[in-house]
């Protein structure tokens, strides 16, 4: 079990990897990103089918193990690769001494296009429509605006941002 | 929570909806699923509290709270799955109920401090849902893109990753120079620029 365990995540990471260096995009691309887990979970278990046959047992602890394998990595890669918190401290580790003043931080990130690229983003997966400088939240950004606000104040301390 | 487990394992005996599935393993999922609905609950009273003033805000004290109570439910799950005799599912369930609280921790996060969420939020409060980049840019959350960086400097020096003091960020910790590294190796990696 454990060779399968290991054998998934080795190609889901060579995967990853591939079609995200061979077609770069600044957008999240979840979906995606969970349908290729999802078919490397998949490929595993039928392996497992066919090596052991219907033990359902061996398939529960597998789709758990790879599940849990998953969900960690998809922690990891949303904390590491989009964080606010990471491009901050990425950009400390330029400087000598790794300190800045909070202003100079602050004009740089305004500077850059972070902001636009989120709204290009949301754009694209049709919460906005953006025309020129305005932007406007369409029906679709509408329904999760009013969701993201209602768990929010449930399952946090209030969304923040 | 036994009460709940108790309940639902004799409804669905009753109902026969386990026929189809070996028994066992249908109590190994249900063992799971309730001790992560009590950790969401405790959870939730936690965050409950905070709001109502009586525990300080605190983004690492709200962290490691979640992460005691990840570790109370696994101190609960053990004897709940020791009847099993086979170590697969006792496996497969802890994995599934580790992944099911990574899952809410991620979800939790994206809640408390989801940028792009927090923008339709703005969005869905100005009159006619719609504004201009910079109002959007100034508005950000009641407190800007500035509070915004603030915020995160403040909370990176909560987590003891950088010092942050009199306008001065930085230097970074040694968990701050790994976090950062890592970041910045994995971005690169998947060929991700400017985002963040």
């Known amino acids: 079990m454990w060779v399968n365990v290991v054998a998934t995540a080795v190609l889901f990471l060579v995967l990853h990897v591939a079609i995200w260096r061979l077609w770069p995009s600044n957008a ?23 090596k052991e046959g219907p033990q359902l047992g061996t398939l529960f602890a597998l789709a758990g193990t790879e599940s849990l394998l998953v969900i960690f990595y998809s922690l990891v890669y949303g904390t590491l690769a989009r964080s606010v918190s990471v ?16 202003e100079v931080l602050l004009e740089e990130y305004l500077r850059s296009n972070r902001f636009d690229d989120r709204l290009h983003v949301m754009a694209q997966s049709g919460f906005v429509a953006v025309a020129g400088d305005q932007v406007a939240l369409t029906e679709k950004g509408e329904r999760l605006a009013k969701i993201a ?5 449930v399952f946090s301390d209030g969304l923040e941002g | 929570m036994v009460w709940t487990r108790t309940t639902i394992c004799q409804f669905c005996a009753q109902t026969r909806f386990v026929t189809p599935l070996n028994e066992l393993l249908f109590k190994a999922i249900v063992d799971w699923v309730c001790v992560w609905l009590g950790v969401m609950v405790l959870d939730v009273a ?20 979640l992460f005691f109570w990840i570790f109370v439910g696994l101190v609960i799950l053990g004897p709940l799955l020791a009847p099993l ?5 006792k496996i497969g369930a802890v994995a599934f109920y580790l992944a099911a609280c ?6 939790r996060s994206i809640l408390s401090r989801g940028y792009s969420l927090r923008i339709l939020v703005d969005l869905d409060k100005l009159p006619g849902r719609r504004a201009d ?15 915004l960086l603030a915020k995160r400097v403040r909370t990176l020096a909560d987590f003891r990753m950088l010092v942050f003091a009199e306008h001065r960020v930085g230097p970074l910790t040694w968990a701050g120079w790994c976090m950062g590294y890592a970041g910045l190796i994995l971005r690169k990696s998947l060929c991700l620029h400017d985002v963040g």
């Open chain 1, 149 to 153: 606000e209602f768990f929010g104040s």
């Open chain 1, 87 to 102: 491009t901050l401290l990425g950009r400390l580790l330029r400087e000598k001494n790794s300190t800045l003043d909070f």
């Open chain 2, 85 to 89: 005799a086979d170590p697969r599912l």
């Open chain 2, 102 to 107: 990574l899952l809410y921790m991620e979800a």
């Open chain 2, 46 to 65: 936690f965050l409950a509290l905070v709001r109502a003033g009586k525990l300080s805000r605190n983004s690492l004290l709200a962290t490691v709270a």
């Open chain 2, 133 to 147: 980049r910079k109002t959007l840019k100034d508005n950000y959350g009641g407190m800007g893109v500035t509070g």
């Open chain 1, 28 to 50: 999240p691309r979840v979906v995606l990103f969970f349908a290729l887990a999802g078919g490397c979970i998949a490929g595993s278990l039928a392996a497992s089918l066919l």
